[in-house]
């Protein structure tokens, strides 16, 4: 396939995701729900699946349904709807893995495939749960926090995307990542500065210099994140996560920068 025609199913692609992902969480609460948790679902079980690669055993039906419910869990104490102590029945859930290993036999390696279970809980579903705290920051739903980290996110990439084509040359960490560059970096963070100025007169939520904050942590953990799933893919040497979005690969691929911003960004609406 040709760079352009490439170019115009990547495009395509990312316009109708968009334009999902911004109707879902403007629209109303549940509607955001319901498209986080279809994305948190695929991303987990995509991770799960790299492990297959590898003939790796995590239980993925399992750690996904343990993924679903925190997420679940996390949106509805949020919303105020249940008590944060529901969020015990978690630790005996997810304890299923232990009795799962222990009467299965055909599996060589239990301690490295039940630290592999909880990664996917960790490096997936966690974040992405972390998205409900924006989503509910100020008590009721309000749809600017999340849509803004998105199209902050968005925007990185965009930039990051363009300038590397254009202008990349001088490469950022050829070891994990060799078709990134320190001028794509360059071209992604001065576009998300850009949108970072632009939501701020519209999305009052919070603050002009916590929406430049915002995106810089969005710049600087969200390169990051796809660096380490660059890493992750390149130990067993594919390409894309999945085939799900034409021209993008899989939604791991598309939100591995999502996953290592959010915690840092809870991190600073919470405490700072």
């Known amino acids: 396939m040709s760079k352009n025609k490439e170019l115009v199913r990547r495009l395509i692609a990312g316009i109708i995701g968009a334009f999902v992902v911004i109707f879902a969480i403007a629209y109303n609460k549940w509607s955001y729900f319901g498209v986080f948790f279809s994305i948190m679902l695929i991303t987990q079980w995509e991770f799960y699946g790299l492990l297959k690669v590898q003939s790796f055993l995590p239980i993925r039906l399992l750690g996904v349904i343990v993924g679903a419910m925190i997420f679940t869990l996390s949106f509805l104490i949020e919303n105020d709807i249940i008590s944060d102590r529901i969020y015990f029945i978690l630790f005996p859930t997810a304890s299923f893995i232990f009795f799962i290993k222990l009467y299965k036999k055909n599996d060589p390696n239990p301690f490295t495939n039940i630290a592999f279970f909880f990664l996917g809980i960790m490096y997936v579903s966690i974040p992405l749960s972390l998205l409900n705290v924006t989503a509910f920051l100020k008590g009721g739903y309000n749809y600017e926090l999340p849509l803004g980290i998105l199209l902050l ?10 300038a590397g084509v254009n202008f990349g040359k001088t490469k950022l960490f050829e070891r994990v990542s060799p078709k990134k560059s320190w001028e794509g970096s360059l071209g992604g963070t001065i576009l998300a500065m850009a949108m970072a100025f632009g939501i701020s007169r519209y999305f009052m939520v919070v603050d002009t210099l916590s929406w430049i904050i915002i995106a810089a942590i969005i710049i600087v953990a969200g390169t990051y994140g796809d660096l380490v ?44």
């Open 153 to 162: 996110l968005w925007a990185s990439d965009t930039g990051a995307y363009f």
């Open 229 to 272: 799933e660059s890493m992750f893919k390149r130990s067993i040497l594919i390409k894309d996560s999945g085939t799900t979005i034409p021209g993008h690969g899989g939604f791991l691929d598309r939100f591995d920068g999502l996953l290592l911003a959010v915690p840092f960004i809870i991190v600073y609406l919470e405490l700072m």
